[in-house]
């Protein structure tokens, strides 16, 4: 008596459920990103707009991670403003302290930090979900 199991149905709808779960982690953090992005480009400070300009947004999906980043650059003459706006201890300019900042978050340093840590387990939440989703 002999046994023969295919089992290329049940391998390619792994195949394609991984894929699935993959696709969905990474159209959550794609969307983590873009929140993250919203909340810090609308908290950083604004004298010319230049700063809020300059922020950009990247997903990566690799075997083992999904990195989401979110940057801002802003360098004039060597002077790298984006940095400086974000680590410095500094009194805001007008325009800055009249921006009002966004979700509770106010116009200030640390505009990435902030919104990263305070909304990190919304973050790690809405991925766990869109990949149970998938499940």
Known sequence: MSFTLDAGDFLSLLDSREVAV????????HDNTDDLARLAQNIAPI?????????KKK???????????????????????????HEAEYNLGPVSAGA???????????????????????????VADAVRREL
Do not use: C
């Open 22 to 29: 993959e696709q969905a982690a990474k159209t959550a953090m």
């Open 59 to 85: 997903v990566t999906l690799k075997r083992d991670s999904l990195i989401g980043e979110v940057s801002f650059r802003a360098v004039d003459k060597g002077f790298n403003y984006a940095l400086w706006t």
């Open 100 to 126: 009002g900042g966004i979700s509770g978050y106010p116009v200030g340093n640390k505009y990435l930090e902030r919104p990263l840590k305070g909304e990190s387990q919304k973050y790690i939440n809405h």
């Open 47 to 55: 004298d010319k707009a230049t700063l809020r300009r300059g922020m």
